[in-house]
């Protein structure tokens, strides 16, 4: 049963699976095994990107396209319901709308760089969608009336969600049930959700078409597949699946701003993700997030360590200052680029293959 | 065996209706047109001097730092998304021979501030240059024909490189004021045009010059227009074309830098973000240009830059979206931009 | 006389992928005659001439040109070689540069002409000695512009705007800018008006005169047996059929076991 709920995509390495078993209960239960809130502001961004990382790999590792314009998705979805909560109210109505907006909006985007752009050489893609979200992000911080700057926009959530409401007046084995634990565990069921739909998509008919088209596109042109029917499909697909990440974001942040989701930091940080984390796997999507988000927060205070410990020497201490550490996040990009193709679940799987011979 | 001159054949005048090398004038007058459709929008013909100088200004030096990316990709078709990390070495560069010089720098005298010039080009240059050496040994040349490869790896070494930019000169911005004697304007007619545009617009039209001679008159721009359009054929013909690209990438790189230098120039002002920044002008630059064309590039720089100051002055909320307006538009017209580099 | 051919193939495997394209060619080119290559389209004849000239490695087999190998293995495994590991066969594998170096030069199926280069300029690449265009030796100059005198008259328009005759000429004459010691020509005929064709057959047939050694792969019979001394056929990936261009046009049945067609036919 389990097999078919990750529509028999399974991890195929016993440390994969032993990994992701971690990673879901410690997910699941960071409330209660990690006390503090940065922990649960930590594990609520891991999940947030993990359906991030994971819609962006069905784009690049599946169907083998390369998109800049990812991160405009993630923003659209945010705004919208910063938006619908700012100028309608903080009801589920409200929140609702602004998300269904939002999907709309990101449909219609995806639908016209897809057609428009899909057409043409991946290069010009990758570099027009580079273009496309670079003006959307200054579109977001200009028109300050409407999305709020540069400043962006903090607004209220539903009062379900809200920090203050306590549901028992007693904490529950180290958590307090309040709102705050309530919107954790919502945005923790829809992101499983997410991922088990992209697992879905991915093992379909339609998934191994994709995969078919990255491959040898002429190929599947050749055989029938109409390319730019699929190709516009999956990067429709993948800019939904943004926008609800974005929507859970600013559910999660009670806030949103041009750079909480619309920076190219981030769309780096997604392609270190889906890179480091191994491409066309989606769970590579789930253990680079996590590695990822659990470096930026825990390795930067590990980097303070050494940097004290090298303060005197000159160079030294300015490659190991805790602002530098997108350095070491680069080089280990680029040695996955050319050593570990297949990124960290690439390496467990060949790891577990090898094993049984033994 | 003498080798006389083959003279241009004799039947040349009795057959003139042979044209000689058609160029396709219609990107000119879209420039052209484009000034003169804005003057009756600015209003005062001094304003519209002064943005149609500053906006070729900015068109030249962004042709500058666009050049050899165009170049690299039309003659190896390796797209580096890593070249603004050059655009930067050059504007943090500058910043220091600046400070180094700064004697040179204060004193009241033409000449010794552009000494002072010179000295940040021709280091920018040679930086640049050498370490995009170094970048295509280490980090392009594994992955030559693999597309995907190349974005992730050529971005992964601007990642790298940026940050080291911020470890030797720190992550704030450095101011870039311009020498003693290059303050402030000087009036052309009507318009006020600031010194130290004029002279990186004097250049930037040398470096025009230079990389237009090269690219038409020498056997080794004969080369690479000939690489562009079909690198096998090169190699039958007994060149060893891969040579000849680590060179084109290295000059590259360096005007790469050249052009972040004069960048840094005209804002006065380096900031760390500034290869991201130029970046994305530079992609839009050479979708509208074309691909592989330096002609191409030349012109599409030229309407961005004349484009971004006209809306910048007319509509400022709009700046960002007039480049993409205008990349938008070029391709509904031509899609494959101005001067489509045909391959084969 | 049993001279050493000037270019010959062993047994050569080649692989593009997956694909096995030649199945263990046998060829060899004497000097200064026209050796016609024909068969039917995916016989494997424009692979043959990629293979000699590096643009595809050779899986297996020699490819020797004047006693050197410039393609190839070493020693080659049995005639069913499985693609070869890219490393490997560039042990004994020159670089296109390198072969065209030792006097190879090539005309490919699309001509490979520069469009947006000027018809001198094309000229010039092609002349490895030549810095500028003044430098070009002026005496073979005016011999290509009699056997080509379309050139003369377009000589500084872009190579691009000539007519598809015009640019197979073009090709032809960049290949001989200066003197080679082999010409491999891949179907010149192609796409050609009949009265082009003949210009063609009379160019080649004064380029024959001057010795030049010349592997020419064609799809139109007229023209192989016009220009050709010897020939050679191939089918699958083989040569099957070797000899003298003499026998075979006087033999129709031959001709259409071998091609199927005659010679009547194609005319």
């Not at chain 1, 977001?140 to 999305?147: E, K, N, W």
């Not at chain 2, 000295?119 to 030559?144: D, K, S």
């Not at chain 3, 064709?197 to 799809?219: C, G, H, W, Y």
Request: charged share 15%; hydrophobic share 55%; net charge positive.
């Amino acid at each position: 049963m389990l097999a078919r709920l990750v529509s028999h995509d399974l991890p195929k390495s016993r440390w994969l699976a032993i990994a992701l078993v971690a990673i879901v209960a410690a997910l699941a239960l960071t409330p209660f095994i990690f006390p503090g809130t940065k922990a649960l502001n930590v594990a609520a961004k891991v999940i947030v990107f993990i359906v991030l990382a994971a819609s962006f790999d069905l784009l690049l590792g599946y169907t083998g396209i390369v998109s800049f314009a990812h991160t405009m998705f993630f923003g659209i979805g945010a705004y919208g319901v910063a938006i619908a909560a700012t100028r309608i109210g903080a009801t589920w109505p409200a929140l609702a709308l602004g998300a269904i907006c939002a999907l709309a909006v990101s449909l219609v985007l995806s639908l016209v760089i897809g057609l428009f752009s899909l057409r043409v050489r991946a290069i010009f893609f990758a570099m027009i969608t580079l273009a496309v979200a670079s003006a959307f992000a200054t579109l977001a911080s200009q028109l300050s009336d409407f999305t709020g700057g540069e400043d962006g926009l903090t607004f209220k959530v539903p009062e379900a969600l809200q920090p203050g409401t306590e549901y028992a007046a007693e904490p529950f084995l180290g958590a307090s049930i309040d709102g705050r634990l309530v919107t954790y565990y919502l945005i923790f069921v829809v992101a499983v959700v997410l991922v088990l739909a992209l697992l879905r998509i991915v093992n379909s008919p339609f998934g191994r078409v994709l995969q078919a088209i990255r491959e040898n596109d002429f190929r599947a042109e050749a055989i029938g597949y109409r390319t730019v029917v699929y190709r516009t499909l999956a990067s429709v697909a993948s800019a939904l699946f943004a926008t609800v990440a974005g929507v859970l974001l600013a559910l999660w942040l009670r806030y949103n701003g041009p750079d909480t989701t619309l920076s190219f930091e981030i769309m780096l940080d997604v392609l270190l993700i889906v890179v480091i984390g191994g491409m066309g796997t989606i769970y590579g999507a789930v253990v680079g997030s996590v590695l990822l988000v659990l470096a930026q927060n825990y390795l930067q205070d590990l980097m303070k360590l050494a940097a004290a410990a090298v303060q005197n020497v000159p160079v030294v201490s300015q490659i190991v200052s805790p602002d530098r550490w997108l350095l070491w996040l680069g080089i280990l990009f680029v040695l996955s680029v050319y050593y570990f193709p297949a990124g960290v679940v690439g390496r467990l799987r060949s790891i577990g293959k090898r094993a049984p011979s033994r | 065996m003498t080798t006389t001159t083959p003279a241009a054949p004799a039947s040349a005048s009795a057959t003139d209706a042979v044209p000689r090398r058609a160029f396709d004038i219609r990107p000119i007058v879209l420039v052209v047109a484009i000034a003169l459709a804005a003057w009756p929008f600015v209003g005062s013909s001094s304003t519209w001097l002064t943005l149609t100088i500053a906006g070729l200004a900015m068109g030249m030096i962004v042709f500058i730092a666009a050049s050899g990316l165009t170049l690299v990709f039309g003659l190896m078709d390796v797209l580096n998304f890593g070249h603004s990390l050059f655009i930067a070495l050059g504007a943090f560069l500058a910043t220091t021979v600046f400070a180094a010089m700064g004697g040179a720098a204060s004193a009241p005298s033409i000449g010794a501030n552009l000494g002072v010039v010179a000295v940040a080009v021709l280091a920018a240059m040679a930086l640049a240059g050498t370490i995009g050496l170094g970048f295509e040994r280490v980090i392009v040349r594994p992955v030559y024909g693999q597309h995907l490869k190349q974005i992730l790896v050529t971005i992964g070494g601007a990642i790298i490189g940026e940050e080291l930019i911020k470890v030797v000169w720190g992550p704030a911005q450095i101011p870039l004021p311009p020498p003693e004697a290059l303050r402030g304007s000087i009036l052309i007619g009507e318009a006020s045009v600031e010194k130290l545009r004029l002279v990186a617009v004097v250049i930037g039209l040398v470096v025009l010059a230079t990389l237009l001679w090269t690219l038409n008159r020498t056997k080794i721009g004969l080369l690479i227009r000939a690489g562009v359009q079909d690198r096998e054929m090169v190699e039958s013909l007994g060149y060893r074309i891969r040579r000849l690209f680590v060179g084109v990438f290295a000059a590259g790189s360096a005007l790469a830098g050249l052009g972040g230098c004069l960048w840094g120039m005209n804002q006065q002002i380096v900031i760390p973000q500034i290869g991201g920044q130029v970046n994305v002008l530079l992609f839009i630059v050479l979708i509208i240009g074309g691909l592989g064309s330096t002609v191409g590039c030349l012109f599409g720089a030229l309407l961005v830059g004349l484009v971004t100051n006209y809306v910048g002055f007319l509509a400022p909320k709009l700046a960002m979206f007039s480049s993409i307006g205008l990349m938008v538009a070029i391709l509904l017209w031509r899609p494959r931009g101005l001067y489509p580099v045909v391959n084969r | 006389m049993t001279a050493t051919p000037l270019l010959s193939l062993a047994g050569v495997h080649t692989h593009i992928g997956a694909y096995h394209i030649l199945h263990g060619v046998d060829l060899d080119v004497a000097a200064g005659e026209v050796t016609m290559l024909l068969g039917r389209n995916g016989a494997g004849k424009t692979t043959t001439l990629r293979t000699i000239m590096g643009l595809w490695a050779a899986s297996a087999g020699r490819v020797v040109f004047d006693g050197r190998q410039i393609g190839g293995r070493a020693a080659t495994a049995a005639a069913t070689a499985r693609p070869a590991p890219a490393k490997s066969a560039a042990q004994s594998q020159l670089l296109t540069p390198a072969i065209a170096d030792l006097g190879i030069a090539y005309v490919p199926e699309n001509m490979g002409i520069f469009s947006d280069l000027t018809v001198a300029e094309n000229m010039l690449l092609a002349a490895r000695s030549a810095r500028r265009l003044e430098q070009l030796d002026a005496a073979r100059l005016d011999w290509l512009f009699g056997l080509f005198p379309a050139l003369k008259k377009f000589w500084l328009y872009p190579a691009g705007k000539l007519s598809g005759g015009q640019k197979q000429m073009l090709a032809i004459a960049r290949a001989i800018v200066e003197p080679r010691r082999l010409l491999l020509i891949d179907e010149p005929s192609k796409g050609l008006a009949p009265a082009i064709v003949q210009n063609l057959i009379a160019a080649l047939r004064e380029l024959k005169r001057t010795q030049t050694t010349i592997l020419l792969v064609e799809q139109n019979f007229a023209v192989a047996q016009a220009l050709g001394d010897r020939v050679a056929v191939m089918d699958d990936g083989r040569i099957v059929h070797r000899g003298a261009m003499a026998e075979l046009a006087a033999d129709e049945a031959l001709q259409h076991r071998l091609l199927g067609l005659s010679l009547a036919a194609h005319q």
